[in-house]
């Protein structure tokens, strides 16, 4: 790993205008999971502690200890997690670059393939495979329930209600995706286990007579279940993924199944962001056309169908994006190394402290806007990259650059 940028320790305060709702949602992606941690203790420090914490896979067990404690404690919890599934590697030199730093990735991917993680999963033992020909599985997770029984207080999750927590997996049988919610049902450690059983690496978990899946094989991110949950409310969302969209052309096999699994992962991140403003531009819109409608037509049975559909809240959804210093390799997300988990963890919080500063969702919005998407790591990427002719030009959000221009053709249309 390179060595990564200072973390800036300054912070814009937080208005009391500014009274949205906040909420974190965290993406799958096995050992890449310690940035999101790294995310969060930006966020514990700031004046944007989440009300609601959703996730899939790791995400959903960062986001179980991060409900599942008090706010004092999270960061510990989550860095005791996180060291003590990494613990084998913790001698292991840091600091190593080029040639080096790829052969320990290496040998710390294989060590996981072949003995696990602690306190998380472990192969199944030689005469399983001799005496037993239904196995469901390569490994079992014995492990990661008893470690998420000492880590995470459930009842605090299903009683004090301080932090709503959101888990996504799929129905083995019907294909269905499901939400483990805590506002609606009792959380279990085998809910959260239930969210990260990715086949054919982990068995299935059975709940209640169903049995479940990792939810990241319908979709890799709750945030469509954050944003359209009803009654919706407006809400600042920080979505953190590991998985970046963008990225260099491959030039060897090695970085094709890289590259291959950051689209297949990030796809439905950025298809689930695009569809939800989409709606919630329709939403608005019925507002808007509520408006101007005379009585006559406006108490009809038809328009007041249609204002159900309505809706008046605004979004402001922050993206925190890994994006790694260097190559990776394919085993990257389940490349447990000490030293690879410590710089993740650090750079997540560079990026998320980064991010906290420049605070783009304060900026004023447009009467018409309902769904503004920031990423500020990228932006400052694109106008590091970019030449410049003397003068300052702002750099707009990733996805709204080209917003104005497209809503301006549509109202001369």
């Keep these: 790993m390179t060595e990564l940028p200072p973390v800036p320790e300054r912070q814009v305060p937080r208005p009391r205008s500014y009274d949205k709702k906040v909420g974190l949602v965290l993406q799958g992606g096995g050992a890449l999971g310690s940035y999101q941690a790294g995310v969060y203790e930006a966020l514990a420090s700031s004046d944007y502690l989440p009300d609601w914490v959703a996730g899939i896979s790791i995400g959903s067990?960062?986001?179980?200890?991060?409900?599942?404690n008090p706010p004092r404690q999270r960061v510990a919890r989550l860095r005791q997690f996180w060291e003590e599934i990494t613990a084998p590697t913790a001698w292991w030199p840091p600091g190593l670059s080029g040639a080096?730093?790829?052969w320990q990735r290496g040998a710390s991917g294989f060590a996981t393939l072949?003995?696990?993680q602690p306190g998380f999963f472990s192969p199944r033992k030689v005469q399983d495979w001799l005496w037993q020909d239904k196995l469901t599985s390569y490994y079992v997770t014995d492990g990661l329930r008893r470690t998420l029984e000492r880590l995470v207080d459930f009842d605090?999750?299903?009683?004090?209600?301080?932090?709503?927590?959101?888990?996504?997996?799929?129905?083995?049988?019907?294909?269905?995706?499901?939400?483990?919610?805590?506002a609606e049902i009792t959380i279990r450690a085998e809910h959260?286990?239930?969210?990260?059983?990715?086949?054919?690496?982990?068995?299935?978990?059975?709940?209640d007579g169903q049995y479940y899946w990792d939810g990241g094989l319908v979709s890799?991110?709750?945030l469509q279940y954050v944003l359209d949950y009803h009654p919706r409310r407006s809400r600042l969302t920080f979505q953190v993924d590991v998985f970046p969209a963008s990225g260099r052309l491959p030039a060897n096999l090695e970085e094709v199944c890289e590259r291959e699994k950051d689209i297949r992962y990030s796809s439905r991140t950025r298809i689930t962001t695009e569809n939800f403003r989409q709606r919630h531009e329709v939403r608005h819109a019925i507002n808007e056309l509520m408006e101007i409608l005379p009585p006559e037509l406006r108490n009809t049975?038809?328009?007041?169908?249609?204002?159900?559909?309505?809706?008046?809240?605004?979004?402001?959804?922050?993206?925190?994006?890994?994006?790694?210093?260097?190559?990776?390799?394919?085993?990257?997300?389940?490349?447990?190394g000490r030293a690879t988990m410590n710089a993740r963890w650090q750079q997540g919080l560079a990026d998320a402290r980064t991010t906290l500063l420049a605070a783009p969702w304060l900026a004023p919005a447009a009467q018409d806007v309902g769904v503004r998407v920031f990423d500020v790591m990228h932006d400052l990427l694109v106008a590091k990259h970019t030449p410049t002719t003397g003068s300052h030009t702002a750099v707009q959000p990733m996805e709204d650059a080209a917003r104005p221009a497209a809503r301006a053709e549509r109202k001369r249309a």
């Design 61 to 68: 067990i960062n986001a179980a200890i991060i409900a599942g």
């Design 100 to 102: 080096f730093a790829a």
């Design 114 to 116: 072949m003995f696990g």
């Design 156 to 182: 605090r999750i299903n009683h004090a209600k301080e932090t709503r927590l959101s888990l996504g997996a799929v129905n083995v049988q019907t294909g269905r995706f499901a939400y483990f919610d805590s």
């Design 192 to 207: 959260v286990m239930a969210s990260g059983a990715l086949p054919p690496g982990f068995p299935p978990v059975e709940i």
């Design 220 to 222: 890799n991110t709750p």
């Design 301 to 336: 049975e038809q328009a007041k169908r249609l204002y159900e559909h309505g809706c008046v809240t605004t979004m402001d959804i922050v993206q925190l994006v890994y994006r790694s210093q260097g190559r990776e390799g394919a085993g990257k997300d389940y490349e447990f």
